[in-house]
């Protein structure tokens, strides 16, 4: 036997011996331990990116847009073939927190293992035990795989990323704050990573810590500003309302839920004890404010009932069905939900447009995001099926229509000074315009190996000088 051939039958059975440990450790892991695991994966909201439309829970394959790439969600049930179901306890806590894969590969920041880095190492191992006996093994990879441009798919440039930009130490309570503010910072920061999503990014796409919630782009959606700013944030929402909306994914009188938000009140907030999400509720409200002079005030207030539909009704359509007026289009398609003066559903189950933060935020994509495909909402569980709260109009109007009826909608019951361009929906549907981020990202990386090739043949020159 060649000394490869050892080592290779050295490695195997090491492994071997490392997965029998961890299953017959698992085997013993208490029923309490695994449904506290359960819960913490709930509310870390692992099922959204590692469960791709119509397939297996956590079998990976969703692609995940970013300024630089589709990243895909990869396989996390406890498959040993194409899963996590080889990993240590040690290894799963290095790739949730470290972002470190078993084999010593980076993961991206698109799992938020930056958020995660804050988890106790109890946690994480009653997830470990969750994920390793209750999740059912998919022996099957995602049908692509991640594949970047250069240099981003050089995975081991995230080990620089990290150093600038990983906190890698765990949660540490605040003394001088209640328990309750305690936990709802621990879940905020750590599992629940409300900044992924509502922090704005540097040019190095990391989270900008300076401006804690304060807004950032997802996708074509906003995550909007949730800091204590009584007009910019939700400093006027109190914090049961914000437990609420958390758990329902609406408050009257305030907003509602939609896109990648709902997708997080139905797989992940929603199963959260009320206890946990009024201690978010009680953090979020303690985030320093951060104001845009935009705002005169909050977005909730804006609007109240209107009706000018007797102007239009009778009057024929224009040939040119751009011509359109806002009036017509919403006559045509939101007041029979909405009601002739936008005053929701008789039942309450659809909103006012009114005193609605969809119309009344300076940043409109939520709205025409909305308009282009609706809101559906899934009942308990991920796969559940779809229920259609509003539909989508992306097939039915163009985007002059579009941004007619938008900016109709905003003047008529939200922040009348905010308009709705024909080009902003059309960028919008067609996926938005292409991030700056990665052009800037790239460069700075390009900078930063110039100036590296720079300081090694400087020091070779002296190296020859001195020789």
């Known amino acids: 036997m060649t000394f490869q051939s050892l080592s290779r039958h050295l490695s195997a059975l090491s492994l071997g011996m490392l997965g029998l440990l961890s299953a017959s450790a698992m085997a013993a892991a208490p029923p309490e331990l695994v449904q506290r ?3 913490l994966a709930t509310a870390g909201d692992c099922v959204a990116c590692h469960t791709a439309p119509g397939g297996k829970p956590m079998a990976g394959g969703l692609a995940l847009p970013t300024p630089i790439g589709d990243i895909i969600g990869t396989n996390i049930t406890p498959s040993k073939t194409h899963g996590i179901g080889n990993y240590t306890e040690a290894q799963f806590r290095d790739a949730l927190r470290k972002g470190v894969r078993a084999d010593g590969q980076h993961l991206y920041p698109a799992m938020p293992y930056t958020s995660y880095a804050l988890v106790s ?4 191992n009653a997830m470990y035990a969750y994920f390793m006996q209750e ?8 049908a692509k795989a991640t594949a970047l441009p250069f240099p981003f798919n050089i995975r081991l440039s995230m080990a620089a990323w990290n150093l600038l930009f990983l906190d890698n130490k765990p949660f540490a309570a605040d003394a001088s704050k209640s328990a309750e503010w305690n936990r709802g910072a ?3 920061r750590g599992l629940t990573h409300c900044s992924t999503c509502h922090s704005p990014r540097n040019v190095m796409m990391a989270e900008d810590i300076k401006r804690e919630l304060g807004g950032g782009a997802v996708g074509t959606w906003f995550a909007p500003n949730i800091t204590s700013d009584a007009n910019s944030g939700i400093g006027a929402w109190t914090e049961q309302e914000i437990a609420d909306y958390m758990r329902l994914g609406h408050v009257a009188n305030k907003g509602q839920a939609a896109g990648p938000m709902a997708e997080a009140v139905d797989n992940s907030l929603q199963h959260l004890t009320p206890q946990d999400l009024l201690a978010i509720a009680v953090y979020v409200k ?27 009704r009778g009057v024929a359509w224009p040939k ?12 045509a398609h939101c007041a029979t939900c909405h009601q002739a003066s936008g005053q929701g559903s008789f039942d309450g189950g659809l909103p006012p447009l009114f005193h609605n933060t969809a119309v009344g935020r300076s940043n409109t994509n939520n709205l025409v995001m909305v308009l282009l495909d609706g809101i559906e909402r899934h009942g308990e569980g991920a796969h559940s099926g ?3 709260k509003m539909q989508g109009f992306r097939k039915v109007m163009s985007d002059v229509q579009m941004a007619t009826l938008a900016t109709y909608l905003t003047k008529q019951y939200g922040n009348p000074d905010i308009k709705v361009s024909a080009e902003q929906v059309r960028s919008l549907r067609a996926g938005g315009e292409p991030s700056r981020l990665a052009l800037l990202a790239q460069g700075g990386i390009a900078f930063g190996v110039l100036i590296v090739i720079a300081l090694i043949m400087w020091l070779l020159r002296r190296g020859k000088k001195r020789a």
């Open 121 to 124: 190492d109890d946690d994480a």
């Open 135 to 142: 999740v059912a093994p998919v022996d099957a990879a995602p």
């Open 286 to 312: 303690s985030v320093p404010a951060i104001h845009d002079a935009a705002d005169t005030k909050p977005a909730h207030e804006w609007g109240a009932p209107r009706n000018d539909l007797g102007s239009v």
């Open 37 to 39: 695991g359960k819960y």
């Open 186 to 188: 621990y879940l905020t």
């Open 320 to 331: 040119d069905r751009d011509q359109l007026s806002g009036a017509q289009l919403y006559d």
């Open 386 to 388: 779809p229920e259609v």
